[in-house]
């Protein structure tokens, strides 16, 4: 159960409006490595976990959590689109080139679909969509997902911090730089537990059904050979590394039997 209230988790107003960066945050909120995809991702990892409750508790209060990021986005949005133009005609843009370049890059469905306020999609306009989430009941790889999610949303947020010198958009960006922080950390932390106890290889069980004597190869399928430099390392499961030069192809030429020509393919 989710029970809402009205104050936000961190400030999340501007010191002016700002349509332009509203259109940046766009990204920060429905972009691939946005707030929306870890919201998503950690709730149903969490809802999905039956192991540990340790692991489902974190899942569901960085989730949780993830939603007041969304809101704070949200609303962050809205203000900055505060009064921002929504329609010129020819001869206001001639008479006005400023306001003209403001509405020009603008999002325009900022105005058209969701008069002036935040929507689920980045800033180009393209829907956030449940593609970009993760969970496939496997902890170990939900957690190593988590990790590159929040290093993305963070790298991302650096990005937006150094697009403007709105002190309060900054502030609000400080504070989500500092959680996506902790994050990185508690899912490393988590990570490394997991494999400790279910192996570095995800899923861990399967190594007497694979072809062991490949497990280990760096295999030279480029001009350069700069892979050259982990053979004879230890690779994190304790098993060294060595190196093939020239990779042989070994499955034989295929034979695929042509379609029934009613299907209309191409014999040649």
């Known amino acids: 159960m ?3 209230t009205r104050k936000l988790q961190y400030n999340a107003k501007p010191d002016r409006p700002d349509p332009i960066m509203a259109r940046r945050l766009q990204e920060a909120l429905g972009g691939q ?36 990021h969304v809101e704070m986005i949200s609303t962050m949005i809205g203000y900055l689109l505060e009064g921002a133009p929504t329609t010129m005609t020819t001869e206001e843009m001639k008479n006005d080139p400023a306001k003209a370049a403001l509405l020009s890059g603008m999002d325009p469905e ?13 800033p180009n306009g393209a829907a956030w969509n ?20 929040e290093s993305q949303a963070r790298l991302q947020v650096s990005r937006l911090y150094d697009m403007t ?23 490393m ?16 069980n399967m190594h007497d059904i694979e072809h062991s004597e490949y497990a280990h190869v760096l ?27 020239n990779p042989e192809a070994m499955g034989g030429i295929p034979e695929v039997k042509p379609a029934d020509p009613r ?5 040649g």
């Open 189 to 204: 932390k988590a990570q490394e537990e997991l494999e400790e106890k279910y192996g570095v290889i995800v899923p861990g």
């Open 263 to 267: 299907l209309h393919n191409d014999q």
């Open 110 to 122: 900022h105005a058209l679909v969701h008069g002036l306020n935040a929507g689920l999609n980045n």
């Open 33 to 68: 490595w946005g707030e929306t995809t870890g919201m998503m991702s950690y709730l149903s990892q969490g809802w999905s976990s039956t192991g540990d409750e340790k692991y489902k508790d974190l899942l569901l209060d960085t989730g949780t959590e993830e939603i007041g």
């Open 219 to 245: 295999m030279n399928f480029s001009d350069g050979d700069g892979s050259r430099a982990f053979d004879g390392q230890v690779a994190k499961d304790g098993q060294k590394f060595t190196f093939q030069e």
């Open 130 to 149: 449940a593609g970009y989430v993760t969970s496939s009941g496997n902890l170990v790889a939900d957690m190593r997902f988590n990790v590159v999610r």
């Open 2 to 4: 989710f029970r809402h």
């Open 165 to 187: 010198d709105d002190e309060g958009v900054r502030d609000m960006l400080k504070f989500l730089l500092a959680r996506e922080t902790q994050h990185q950390l508690q899912f």
